[in-house]
């Protein structure tokens, strides 16, 4: 029998309560006042918040949905929710009834003092509040625990302070569309309302047999590997990069676009990637807001499909050294209500110019808060990517491709561009301004911030990592520039000569930031110091760039975050290097001393007694073989246990440490460094061990045997 065609119209957005649905099951006037208050902000009255409540409920009991929960998600950069039943307490003849009010729909007090606050939700007012966030739609997750109805909710504190990745990431959209309207109103555009914000993440990850991955602790309880020789082949041939999708794999693929499509993401890319094992899967971009929580739903339905398929899905960002690691290209544009994409060099005159002057403030702000965005990228997990020779470098700088480059080289020396380089033009109709060629062409792989066509790709950000930050930075940087220089323009006498000055001054003060070589190479690095860019090399280094005056400024300024809740953003994050990196060390002590220096021990002791068994037999035979092995192998044994000794002993010094900056640099100067320590002779060992004895799965098996 013939597998039933599968009908994408028909199951996209099944299991979201989409304004579609609301406006089929809601009375005219509370879908008019829902809509007005999705669109332009506001707050819900209780009688309606109980017919929606009441709508909603009625829609997902319909899908089997049992229980209902707020979904947030709180600074462990993943998401939680808890679920409740909508089950009530039974009249005097048994009868229940099943109820969800408005009240719940809006807001939530979960028991939640057990996640990082960094000390802005003392225990006495230890309950965090969740708020429903109507601009994402609820949705229903099936998986085993059956269906559950999923809230979208910010999570704040008793007194307001955001503990959550969403409300900062929504007063950033704020932000930003009230001063990229003031931009627009600028150039004459009076119909726009608002200005949204448009991301696209690429999401990569890696796919392995989940019965090897759970033979690896590390994997279990790190998602990478702590140990492990390179395999006799790595992805030196290319040939997995855009290759044919393996079976298993395809099949994988199907099943996840399909869950994803229910849940109205609009999975539309997919392709293996250059590491053997590695996969990418890419949405059609949505609004950031939207686009984050999907990305969430992306990164644990790809999970729970896996399980399903007998796999392992694995986001780290670096599970195998040697091998290329995963991120996240984080594709973002401005547009206005009115279809105006900022980042569209655009077919007018006006529009040219206005695309200019966009350009010009980006540079700028990403110029001067260029370790603001090199934070928003950092997590435990990228400190093996960053810098590592394969993702972008751990500096900032901005691509813009050849055309628009020489375009800026033009206008920062004469204050004209009027030659071009090839390619089909755009008319500015003014003298002094570029016509601009339509199309950015060539790609630049190695840079961290791309200019590709009518958006930028900021190339930074983790596999595994929210990208709820590194927008809300992006936001408030380019909210910044577009504030200053409306705050001037407005009050220009001639617009046309401001705006073309300021163009000017914009590039030629921050063109340090622009670079077209080969992010890469060691060259850069020393070129880019030169040009007084930063080059933060570690999470750690990245933290106190949340805490500069310069920062608070930024952030305070539009509302984004207070001094209390970046400064309590910096302890999370140290914090949570120092136990993750904790939690490293510990299975590596683990793993060596409970599998690998005891497979070790039974190794040299076959070798010797097949020595003396052999020497026994036949005295004259050669016994030279076993002996270099005996010798080799004890050796590094050796090595091994000295080396798991000194492991033990930092990071217990390590963990005795009071929790905060200095003891999250001694866990990344000396627990890492204790860490390759044990990891250089137990890998060599691997590779002379017999493999029947070796207790782990090895690379080779782990990225080849999917
Ligand atoms: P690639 O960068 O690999 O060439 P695409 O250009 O097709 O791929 O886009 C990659 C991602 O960027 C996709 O998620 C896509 O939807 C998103 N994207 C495309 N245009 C925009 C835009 N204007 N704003 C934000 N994201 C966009
Ligand atoms: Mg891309």
């Not at 627009?184 to 726009?192: D, I, K, P, Q, Y």
């Not at 200019?451 to 990592?465: A, I, Y």
């Not at 003396?612 to 035979?621: D, I, Q, R």
């Amino acid at each position: 029998m013939s597998e039933a065609v599968l009908n994408i119209e028909e199951i996209f957005n099944e299991n979201v309560f989409t304004m579609g649905k609301m406006k089929e099951r809601l009375p005219k006037k509370v879908y008019a006042e829902v809509k007005n208050v999705i669109e332009h902000g506001g707050e819900l009255s209780m009688t309606t918040a109980d017919v929606v409540a009441k709508a909603m409920k009625d829609w997902a009991v319909e899908h089997g949905a049992t229980h209902y929960t707020h979904w947030f998600q709180p600074l462990t950069g993943i998401t939680a929710e808890k679920h409740d039943a909508f089950v009530t307490n039974p009249d005097a003849e048994g009868h229940m009834l099943m109820e969800f009010s408005g009240k719940e729909l809006i807001k939530g007090e979960p028991d939640a003092s057990s996640f990082p606050s960094g000390g802005l939700r003392a225990t006495f007012e230890a309950r965090g509040y969740t708020a429903w966030d109507c601009t994402s739609p609820a949705f229903i997750k099936e998986d085993a625990a059956g269906a559950i109805l999923c809230i979208p909710t910010a999570f704040c504190s008793y007194k307001g302070e955001a503990l959550d990745k969403k409300t900062p990431l929504l007063r950033s959209v704020e932000a930003l569309s009230q001063q990229a309207l003031r931009i627009v109103r600028l150039f004459g555009n009076t119909e726009a309302t608002k200005v949204d914000v448009s991301v696209g993440p690429e999401q990569e990850y890696f796919l392995v047999d989940r019965d090897l991955y759970l033979q690896r602790k590390d994997l279990i309880y790190t998602g990478r590997t702590l140990f492990g020789a390179p395999a006799p082949k790595g992805q030196e041939m290319d040939d997995h990069y855009f290759g044919a999708i393996q079976e298993r794999i395809g099949s994988f693929m199907k099943d996840l676009n399909v869950e994803l499509w229910k849940l109205g993401i609009s999975a539309k890319t997919q392709h293996n990637e250059v590491a053997p094992a590695q996969h990418e899967l890419a949405p059609i971009y949505n609004s950031a807001n939207i686009a984050v929580d999907h990305n969430q739903l992306v990164m644990e339905t790809m999970k729970k499909v896996a399980q399903r398929h007998g796999l392992a899905c694995l986001l780290h960002e670096k599970p195998f050294a040697g091998v290329n690691g995963s991120g996240k290209h984080n594709n973002w544009s401005i547009c206005t209500d009115n279809g105006v994409n900022l980042l569209d060099p655009g077919e007018t005159p006006n529009q040219n110019i206005q695309f200019l002057l966009v350009l010009a403030c980006i540079i700028k702000g990403i110029d001067i808060h260029a370790d603001l965005l090199r934070q928003s990228a950092s997590n435990v997990g990228n400190d093996h990517r960053l810098g590592a020779n394969e993702a972008p470098p751990a500096i900032i700088s901005m691509f813009l491709g050849e055309q628009l480059e020489d375009v800026v080289k033009q206008l920062i020396e004469t204050g004209e561009a009027t030659s071009y380089k090839k390619g089909e033009r755009l008319y500015t109709g003014v003298s002094t301004l570029p016509d601009l060629q339509k199309d950015a062409t060539d790609r630049n792989r190695t840079s961290p911030f791309a200019f590709t066509g009518n958006k930028f790709e900021f190339r930074m950000v983790g596999s595994s990592d929210s990208i709820a930050s590194p927008n809300t930075t992006l936001n408030a940087i380019v909210a910044e520039s577009f504030c200053e220089a409306a705050d001037i323009l407005e009050k220009a006498d001639n617009f046309d000569m401001a705006v073309h000055d300021m163009i000017k001054e914009y590039l030629t003060d921050h063109q340090r930031i622009i670079f077209n070589g080969n992010g890469y190479s060691e060259e850069w690095v020393r070129e880019a110091e030169r040009r007084g860019l930063p080059n933060i090399r570690s999470m750690v280094d990245s933290v106190e760039t949340l805490v500069t005056d310069k920062a608070v400024k930024l952030f305070e300024k539009f509302h984004i975050f207070t001094r209390v809740e970046l400064e309590s953003r910096a302890e999370v994050l140290y914090e949570t290097y120092a136990k993750t990196i904790n939690i490293e060390a510990m299975t590596m002590i683990d793993m060596a001393g409970k599998q690998m220096i005891p497979a070790v021990v039974t190794y040299t002791t076959e070798l010797a007694d097949s020595m003396n068994t052999v020497t026994m037999a036949c005295p004259e035979a050669d016994t030279s073989a076993q002996k270099e092995l005996l010798l080799e192998s004890s050796a590094l044994l050796a090595q091994s246990q000295k080396a798991l000794g000194q492991l033990k002993k930092v990071t217990a010094e390590a963990a005795s440490m009071e929790e905060g900056k200095d003891q999250a640099e001694f866990y990344r100067d000396k627990v890492m460094t204790a860490m390759s320590a044990l990891r250089e002779p137990l890998d060599k060992l691997e590779m002379i061990v017999d493999k029947e004895i070796w207790p782990l799965p090895s690379y080779g098996d782990l990225t080849f045997e999917v």
